[in-house]
């Protein structure tokens, strides 16, 4: 017996339905091709004087001194509290206008990293004649490093202690001022807020670092979406596709409360298309030297997803699916310890690291950041701890005195199980780096003797024989 599979005669949908597969088809190619290329040119078009998060204002203001005026037109908008110059960069003569603005927050510089790669890529692609065409239909202004005092201390406030992003109404910063008459004089279609955020965020409840968080901000306490917000989240969307084959479920969204006194939501009240970009963080990428990569093709992409339209391909649902922000991560978690007290108690033990500013670098200092029951909480280092005993580390008997320090061989105390080192003097912080895998103690003090959140004990672990199986010092886990 035959059977006929017949075809039915195409209806007007179907129609309609294979047409927009074409065309995806096409558009998604069109996507690839473009950020290949993009990505091609990073390594030639990389600004190499920026290598780390810590830059100064000289180092940037030397840069934008060296940009070509036949093809950027710079421009001072004002000075800092300290007197620091802010700059615009503007490209592009388009009917699009996009405002760029980086490091309100003075310790948040990945986007300002990201923004001299463009200005090279752009910089270079003109040079060999192949002026980029999102160009002809977009106006591009960049304002880098909108607070030049607090990232010469690498601070999140200016020197007024002021937080910009709680300045747009009242505008009382001159580095806010300046932000906030930009906005206005130019009345841009697109705006770009562009930030860093805490390394411990994650996407979603999961153990995926937030590397990318996006905002389409609200305008209201409602959270209403109008037009222009709604292209926002569109274009959101076409960036997180963009970046999730390099930075896969490692993208998140931010929180969209309404903060009345915050630029990015103002702008986008006042008309402007908002987009908020934080980046986070990523293992093995401290200094986000990926993350500030991804930042330029995020926003390559975005240029070409305007000049296109192709934003309008996504739907808000697009949007919905990126994961919010949660913050399920911390640096350590050590699983399932056993501490003796009363009893035995079965604990989890994670740590968190702060950077502390030491002359032009930084020193991280790690702190309880949770106790108890964390298996659904993640670490960028884990540790499973099961039958193993956890105790406070025991002090050297000794006090070191003078240059002693640099003499110890710190895994030889460690393998007794001492932790603390004892010196002579209050230690400083070129005696804790002489000697990082120690706790230095002063004259008078001890060990703790609890298990407290924010303090930074130096621990060990220990089998059920006694033996040393590891020590945790300063939230690093030194195994034996
Ligand atoms: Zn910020």
């Known amino acids: 017996m035959r059977i006929e599979h017949t075809v039915p005669p195409m209806t007007e949908h179907s129609k309609i339905f294979w047409w927009l597969v074409f065309l995806l088809v096409m558009v998604t190619g069109e996507v690839v091709q473009a950020q290949t290329a993009f990505l091609d040119r990073y390594p030639d078009i990389r600004e190499e004087s920026l290598t780390k998060r810590r830059f100064s204002h000289h180092q940037i203001q030397e840069l934008i001194q060296k940009l070509p005026p036949d093809v950027f037109q710079v421009d001072s908008l004002g000075a800092s509290i300290e007197g620091k110059a802010i700059y615009s960069i503007r490209i592009g003569k388009g009917p699009q206008k996009v405002l760029l603005w980086s490091q309100m927050h003075g310790d948040e510089p990945t986007a300002t990293m990201a923004i001299f790669d463009i200005l090279n890529y752009l910089m270079y692609e003109t040079a060999q004649g192949r002026v980029p065409s999102f160009l002809q239909e977009l106006s591009l202004c960049f304002i880098p490093m909108l607070n030049p005092d607090g990232a010469d201390r690498f601070r999140r406030r200016n020197a007024l202690n002021v937080d910009l992003n709680r300045d ?193 670098t930084f020193w991280t200092r790690a702190g309880i950041s949770d106790i108890g029951d964390l298996h659904n909480y993640y670490g960028y280092t884990e540790f499973d701890a099961s039958g193993l005993l956890i105790q406070i580390g025991a002090a050297s008997e000794h006090t070191y005195v003078g240059d002693a320090l640099s003499e110890i061989d710190p895994r030889k105390l460690l393998a007794e199980g001492i932790t603390y080192l004892r010196i002579d003097r209050i230690p400083t912080l070129d005696d804790r780096l002489t000697m990082p895998q120690m706790y230095l103690l002063g004259p008078g003090e001890d060990p703790p003797v609890h298990l407290d959140l924010g303090h930074n004990p130096s621990l060990v672990l220990r089998t059920n024989l006694g033996d040393i199986h590891s020590v945790i010092v300063n939230g690093r886990l030194i195994q034996f």
């Open 168 to 360: 747009a109404l009242r505008s009382q910063s001159p580095e806010a001022f300046i932000l906030k008459t930009m906005r206005d004089t130019l009345q841009p279609d697109w705006g770009f807020n562009l930030h860093d955020q805490n390394r411990y965020t994650s996407a979603g409840k999961t153990h995926h670092t937030a590397s990318i968080s996006f905002l389409a901000p609200a305008y209201n306490e409602a959270k209403d979406w109008d037009q222009k917000r709604e292209d926002a989240m569109r274009l959101i969307a076409s960036m997180n596709a963009a970046l999730q084959p390099f930075v896969p479920d490692q993208v998140g969204r931010y929180s969209d409360e309404f903060e009345p006194r915050a630029f990015g939501d103002n702008i986008q009240k006042w008309g402007t298309r908002t987009i908020l970009i934080e980046t986070g963080g990523r293992r093995g990428d401290l200094e986000k030297q990926y993350l500030r990569k991804m930042n330029y093709l995020a926003l390559l992409t975005a240029f070409e997803a305007i000049k296109e339209k192709r934003y309008a391909a996504f739907t808000l649902k697009d949007y919905e699916q990126i994961p919010y922000n949660s913050r399920r991560l911390h640096e350590l978690i050590i699983r399932k310890a056993r501490l003796e007290l009363d009893k035995m108690y079965t604990l989890d033990l994670a740590f968190r690291n702060q950077e502390v500013e030491w002359k032009d």
